[in-house]
């Protein structure tokens, strides 16, 4: 997960999480189904955007 505290713009739209996935075969699928599920709800991805430590990031997702 990358944090950028800017944004980026996406084709008209700003991020400011970005995850990298790598996995065998369809293990990724998985993974992405869940970070899907928790960034559905944009209070989510606002507390991983304002998050200060690696620790507070997992601890968010692992909820």
């Keep these: 997960m990358v944090q950028v505290p800017d944004g980026i713009d996406f084709d008209g739209d700003t991020a400011y999480v970005l995850f990298g996935i790598a996995g065998k075969a369809d293990e990724h699928l998985e993974v992405l189904g869940r970070i899907a599920a ?26």
């Design 38 to 63: 928790f960034c559905a709800d944009e209070n989510n991805v606002d507390r991983l955007r304002r998050a200060t430590t690696a620790q507070e990031v997992l601890d968010l997702i692992n909820a």
